[in-house]
């Protein structure tokens, strides 16, 4: 079949509520997201969750007619990679499909429905007023792709191509080919550019429409995490009745295996070095664009991290395209519950129905990607402390293993949590879903209700956050975490230890044939867990919560002081705050600090905490580990007290302020050295050396001069949506960034058009589709579209100060 993309010619508006007069059609592209748009509310029922936007139902509308050239007698189905929530397709009025999980691809069938000569109406409805529904903020409307795949009556299947690596050295592969009827398949496997075709061969497809063939690919080179070398698969069927269809799939050459030796790609150990991540894309929201996600890979992978873990929903396929090109490995997650709410009208409704149909989709969209090498059935389920989820632990393992025995089976469980649930102290409990959403709509509808109690993921996150990091973990330790883990654990593959580095010796011995998946970690712990799993074999990976900053789940990691944000949870804070990358892309000092820590770099690197808010208090969060970064511009602070972080893997580093050593420490059980000086302007640089006192490095950040200019600087340009990434901020004439430097920008495109404008702080009580926008230490982002060939202006002012900068595709 052949892909049309339907993007373009839609219109929206809100679903009209009853008794309510319609609005008008808003004309949108897709991939859109309905809910940046709306207005965000103290009343909002969702809260924190969503950053206390408000929740609406939409409609989406186009017009839908078979393509020139194609017979009516032609099969026509069209795909939606994600529509949140409850969706509807509808096809000149009558119902065709209805969907209820936001975060799943699911396909169409109109075929026989649409003609050539008279246009039909495809409307859909995304429902997202049933709030609360989730615990981050979801996005809503058709946020990812639409396509419309045409072929002839017995055609090769969506996602009917799937190529399994048989051995890498020499090359060979199973072509399986799923049709809907008997032909003849003629496969060839080419390079991507189709400079040659590598192997050729036929094969006869039964009336089931399965049918395999091997290949030996001489000279092909295997994919890996330094090497994605990637495949073309061509699939040309020929039908009985001498009708014809043609389908290609994208592949790399990888095996895969785990057991007592670890987890196997190619035969040879690798260890997951991952970060977690929402689906969201930062000031674009959860609109799906393929250009913003390969830069979120970029970003990801040059601070260390070789794997993602797509907390807690299944990933686009844009992601899984992303993390094929660019050698990182995938664990792709189902759900963040199984049948206990963890908000009021999250999935547990549909769940029984529909997870099985929703792990078959998500396993058809993965099973060809390389770079999936793990799947995850849940997040934080505890339901996995009861028979019930137990069972269920193990019905959705083997359900996956029909599916694909090619790949391990995870499920992230927090340790603690799962004893606190067996006791009926659990973080989420129907109940407590249940009262949340009471007291929402008693503030909703005006009322003032009893000071709200903080309940379920709200209330273990404020005590995690006075208690710090080693609150979890150290519960993770008690015997009796083992006794209600230990059944679950044994239906899956690969189990996941969400905060439980502290038992990891102890279940590698008790368990000798265990292997451990660190599923949701804290940064402070990359070190660490790099040395434990450098001897253990059985210790496969770590993911860090979380790689990059994320709207939604607000100020559960953020470390803020007054001039930027409440220390107490309330309406305004927009971002979790807990990313080693900020929202908008920047790396922080805890992204330094990974580089080094796992592995991927010696070092050194220097990093500076606020240096006007030394000895001051901020917001409390046990997801971050440090709020230092790589500045040394603070202007106006002379005299005042420096703490500086160095990351190197070195024996000692010293301190150089304007010339002069300032401190010096020894770097022992980590890679991280913290000091501390005077703050005066110049250039602070850090040195690092081995055993022997040679020198192994230099780092350095120097002061800003002089006064602040605007400069707006293209930061990533895509090459597939014509998405521009520009980083607007206050500098010198040197162009060093001046983070005390504050304004409220407004943003204005010539011959493009501006999709965001905004900054990373995560107290943000403005919005990021007006074009204006607080700074956060000196830098704010805009993303630009433009097409391609064109010439495009953006300009940025202060109402003082103007910066501009030329965008050309």
């Given at each position: 079949m052949r892909a049309i993309s339907l993007n373009e010619?839609?219109?929206?508006?809100?679903?009209?509520?009853?008794?309510?007069?319609?609005?008008?059609?808003?004309?949108?592209?897709?991939?859109?997201?309905?809910?940046?748009?709306?207005?965000?509310?103290?009343?909002?029922?969702?809260?924190?969750?969503?950053?206390?936007?408000?929740?609406?139902?939409?409609?989406?509308?186009?017009?839908?007619?078979?393509?020139?050239?194609?017979?009516?007698?032609?099969?026509?189905?069209?795909?939606?990679?994600?529509?949140?929530?409850?969706?509807?397709?509808?096809?000149?009025?009558?119902?065709?499909?209805?969907?209820?999980?936001?975060?799943?691809?699911?396909?169409?069938?109109?075929?026989?429905?649409?003609?050539?000569?008279k246009p039909s109406e495809l409307r859909v409805i995304a429902r997202n007023s049933d709030q609360p529904n989730s615990r981050w903020y979801s996005g809503a409307g058709i946020y990812r792709p639409v396509s419309l795949w045409v072929g002839s009556a017995t055609h090769v299947t969506r996602d009917g191509v799937n190529v399994r690596t048989l051995s890498v050295g020499p090359a060979r592969v199973a072509v399986d080919v799923e049709t809907t009827g008997a032909g003849k398949a003629t496969v060839e496997v080419t390079s991507l550019d189709d400079a040659g075709v590598l192997a050729a061969g036929t094969v006869d497809v039964p009336e089931d429409g399965r049918a395999t063939l091997e290949l030996d690919l001489p000279g092909a080179r295997p994919w890996s995490c330094e090497s994605p070398q990637l495949y073309r698969c061509?699939?040309?069927?020929?039908?009985?009745?001498?009708?014809?269809?043609?389908?290609?799939?994208?592949?790399?050459?990888?095996?895969?295996?785990?057991?007592?030796e670890g987890l196997l790609v190619n035969g040879e150990r690798v260890i997951l070095k991952g970060a977690c991540i929402h689906h969201d894309n930062g000031i674009l929201g959860a609109c799906a664009w393929p250009d913003a996600i390969d830069r979120k890979v970029k970003i990801l992978r040059e601070q260390g991290y070789n794997a993602l873990r797509s907390a807690h929903n299944p990933c686009s396929r844009a992601l899984l395209d992303a993390c094929d090109r660019q050698g990182v490995m995938v664990m792709d997650e189902y759900i963040d519950h199984w049948y206990i709410?963890?908000?009021?009208?999250?999935?547990?409704?549909?769940?029984?129905?529909?997870?099985?149909?929703?792990?078959?989709?998500?396993?058809?969209?993965?099973?060809?990607?390389?770079?999936?090498?793990?799947?995850?059935?849940?997040?934080?389920?505890?339901?996995?402390?009861?028979?019930?989820?137990?069972?269920?632990?193990?019905?959705?393992?083997?359900?996956?293993?029909?599916?694909?025995?090619?790949?391990?089976?995870?499920?992230?469980?927090?340790?603690?949590?799962?004893?606190?649930?067996?006791?009926?102290?659990?973080?989420?409990?129907?109940?407590?879903?249940?009262?949340?959403?009471?007291?929402?709509?008693?503030?909703?509808?005006?009322?003032?209700?009893?000071?709200?109690?903080?309940?379920?993921?709200?209330?273990?996150?404020?005590?995690?956050?006075?208690?710090?990091?080693?609150?979890?973990?150290?519960?993770?330790?008690?015997?009796?975490?083992?006794?209600?883990?230990?059944?679950?654990?044994?239906?899956?593959?690969?189990?996941?230890?969400?905060?439980?580095?502290?038992?990891?010796?102890?279940?590698?011995?008790?368990?000798?044939?265990?292997?451990?998946?660190?599923s949701e970690t804290f940064c402070s712990d990359a070190w660490r867990f790099m040395q434990l799993a450098e001897k253990n074999p059985r210790l496969v990976g770590d993911f860090v919560w979380a790689g990059i900053d994320y709207l939604g789940e607000a100020s559960v990691g953020s470390w803020e002081y007054s001039d930027y944000a409440p220390r107490t949870l309330q309406f305004g804070w927009l971002t979790a705050g807990s990313g080693r990358v900020d929202l908008t892309g920047r790396?922080?000092?805890?992204?330094?600090?990974?580089?080094?820590?796992?592995?991927?770099?010696?070092?050194?690197?220097?990093?500076?905490?606020?240096?006007?808010?030394?000895?001051?208090?901020?917001?409390?969060?046990?997801?971050?580990?440090?709020?230092?970064?790589?500045?040394?511009?603070?202007?106006?602070?002379?005299?005042?007290?420096?703490?500086?972080?160095?990351?190197?893997?070195?024996?000692?580093?010293?301190?150089?302020?304007?010339?002069?050593?300032?401190?010096?420490?020894?770097?022992?059980?980590?890679?991280?050295?913290?000091?501390?000086?005077?703050?005066?302007?110049?250039?602070?640089?850090?040195?690092?050396?081995?055993?022997?006192?040679?020198?192994?490095?230099?780092?350095?950040?120097?002061?800003?001069?002089?006064?602040?200019?605007?400069?707006?600087?293209?930061?990533?340009?895509?090459?597939?949506?014509?998405?521009v990434f520009v980083r607007v901020r206050y500098a010198d004439g040197a162009g060093t960034t001046m983070p005390l430097e504050r304004g409220m920008l407004r943003a204005s495109v010539r011959g493009g058009e501006l999709l965001a404008f905004g900054c990373a702080c995560p107290f943000n009580p403005g919005s990021f589709v007006t074009g204006q926008t607080d700074t956060y230490y000196g830098e704010a982002l805009a993303v630009v579209r433009a097409e391609k060939g064109a010439r495009a202006t953006l300009s940025v002012t202060d109402g003082a100060l103007l910066g501009e900068c030329e965008i050309s595709r």
């Open positions: 010619g839609w219109s929206y508006r809100h679903l009209a509520r009853e008794g309510a007069a319609e609005e008008a059609w808003q004309q949108v592209r897709l991939p859109h997201d309905a809910m940046i748009f709306e207005p965000r509310d103290e009343r909002a029922p969702s809260a924190h969750n969503s950053g206390w936007f408000a929740g609406r139902d939409y409609e989406y509308v186009r017009e839908l007619s078979l393509p020139e050239g194609v017979s009516v007698d032609a099969a026509v189905v069209l795909e939606f990679e994600g529509v949140y929530h409850l969706a509807e397709v509808w096809l000149d009025g009558e119902k065709v499909c209805e969907r209820p999980y936001g975060y799943t691809n699911f396909l169409v069938d109109l075929t026989g429905r649409l003609s050539a000569g061509n699939v040309a069927l020929v039908a009985p009745d001498g009708t014809s269809d043609e389908a290609c799939a994208v592949f790399g050459v990888r095996t895969l295996a785990w057991g007592d709410h963890k908000t009021q009208h999250d999935y547990v409704d549909y769940f029984d129905e529909w997870w099985r149909q929703d792990l078959t989709d998500m396993v058809a969209k993965d099973r060809v990607h390389p770079c999936v090498v793990a799947y995850s059935t849940g997040n934080e389920v505890s339901e996995t402390a009861e028979k019930r989820g137990i069972e269920l632990a193990g019905a959705m393992t083997e359900h996956l293993h029909v599916l694909d025995p090619t790949r391990p089976v995870s499920c992230g469980v927090n340790i603690f949590f799962n004893f606190l649930s067996s006791v009926g102290f659990g973080q989420y409990s129907d109940e407590k879903a249940a009262r949340e959403a009471e007291a929402a709509a008693k503030l909703q509808a005006g009322d003032k209700p009893a000071k709200k109690s903080a309940v379920g993921s709200e209330f273990f996150n404020n005590l995690a956050g006075i208690m710090g990091a080693g609150f979890m973990k150290r519960g993770a330790t008690l015997p009796f975490c083992d006794w209600v883990t230990r059944d679950a654990y044994a239906a899956m593959d690969m189990p996941g230890y969400n905060y439980g580095i502290d038992r990891y010796k102890h279940d590698l011995r008790a368990y000798p044939h265990r292997l451990i998946l660190g790396p922080l000092g805890e992204a330094l600090y990974t580089r080094v820590a796992l592995g991927g770099e010696v070092g050194p690197y220097v990093a500076v905490c606020p240096v006007n808010h030394t000895g001051e208090k901020h917001s409390p969060s046990a997801w971050k580990m440090s709020n230092a970064t790589d500045s040394w511009a603070w202007e106006g602070c002379e005299g005042r007290v420096a703490n500086v972080e160095v990351y190197a893997r070195a024996a000692s580093v010293a301190l150089m302020l304007n010339g002069r050593e300032v401190a010096r420490r020894s770097i022992r059980g980590d890679v991280i050295a913290r000091m501390s000086c005077t703050w005066e302007p110049g250039c602070l640089e850090a040195v690092s050396y081995d055993e022997k006192g040679v020198e192994l490095g230099r780092a350095r950040l120097v002061s800003a001069e002089g006064p602040a200019r605007l400069v707006a600087e293209p930061e990533y340009v895509g090459e597939r949506d014509g998405l």
